[in-house]
């Protein structure tokens, strides 16, 4: 797995050991990033929520966000995210890894939310607590004008409005699909 632009390119992550995470391809990463190019920013903060290698924020990062956040509820993974993170020799200053479930991080307040969130999530998993909370109003998870993006599985339905939150843009490729959702 490598970096596909910006400072970081071409660099090589290290992927796990184990079949259980599912890491995005490059192909689906470049997809992704097409899309996301234009919203990104040296003020851009970055969610990558089941983050796996880190490989989406750090992307994120290489294009020149200004921050991001990893957070996965694994400890191995988070441990493999900061190797990661070193190995690229990335500012710390630029990154905070959490170990957390994603069902619990979105349900709490947060003093500075983010631009952009990346999610994807075992494809198994029930995703509509995640889209609930950050579709939530009363919270200040998902900047204004921010954009959540969802990873899963291409027969996966998803709705197309979750409280405060309206799909503008779902994205087809292979057997995965991104669904592109804003804050109305």
Same mark, same amino acid.
């Given at each position: 797995?490598?970096?596909?632009? =910006? &400072?970081?390119?071409?660099?090589?992550?290290?992927?796990?050991? +184990?079949?259980?995470?599912?890491?995005?391809?490059?192909?689906?990463?470049?997809?992704? !990033?097409?899309?996301?190019?234009?919203?990104?920013?040296?003020?851009?903060?970055?969610?990558?929520? *089941?983050?796996?290698?880190?490989?989406?924020?750090?992307?994120? @990062?290489?294009? =020149?966000?200004? !921050?991001?956040? #990893?957070?996965?509820?694994?400890?191995?993974? *988070?441990?493999?995210?900061?190797?990661?993170? +070193?190995?690229?020799?990335?500012?710390? &200053?630029?990154?905070?890894? @959490? *170990?957390?479930?994603?069902?619990?991080?979105?349900?709490? /307040?947060?003093?500075?939310?983010?631009?952009?969130? #990346?999610? +994807?999530?075992?494809?198994?998993?029930?995703?509509? @607590?995640?889209?609930? &909370?950050? =579709?939530?109003?009363? !919270?200040? @998870?998902?900047?204004?004008?921010?954009?959540?993006?969802?990873?899963?599985? #291409?027969?996966?339905?998803?709705?197309?409005?979750?409280?405060?939150?309206?799909?503008?843009?779902?994205?087809?490729?292979?057997?995965?699909?991104?669904? #592109?959702? /804003?804050?109305?």
């Amino acid at each position: 797995m490598r970096i596909i632009a =910006g &400072e970081y390119r071409g660099r090589n992550l290290k992927s796990p050991n +184990d079949t259980k995470t599912r890491p995005t391809s490059d192909r689906l990463r470049e997809t992704l !990033f097409n899309i996301l190019n234009p919203l990104i920013t040296d003020q851009t903060r970055f969610l990558d929520l *089941c983050a796996g290698t880190g490989a989406i924020g750090i992307e994120a @990062i290489s294009r =020149g966000a200004l !921050f991001s956040t #990893f957070l996965d509820k694994s400890r191995r993974t *988070c441990g493999l995210i900061e190797v990661n993170l +070193d190995h690229l020799e990335i500012p710390e &200053e630029k990154t905070e890894i @959490i *170990c957390n479930s994603a069902e619990n991080f979105v349900s709490r /307040e947060h003093k500075n939310g983010w631009d952009i969130i #990346f999610y +994807d999530p075992p494809y198994k998993n029930d995703y509509s @607590i995640v889209l609930f &909370e950050i =579709g939530n109003s009363d !919270f200040t @998870i998902l900047n204004k004008d921010g954009v959540l993006v969802v990873e899963h599985h #291409f027969k996966k339905i998803l709705p197309d409005e979750v409280r405060n939150l309206r799909r503008w843009r779902i994205v087809k490729q292979g057997d995965n699909s991104l669904s #592109f959702y /804003e804050k109305e």
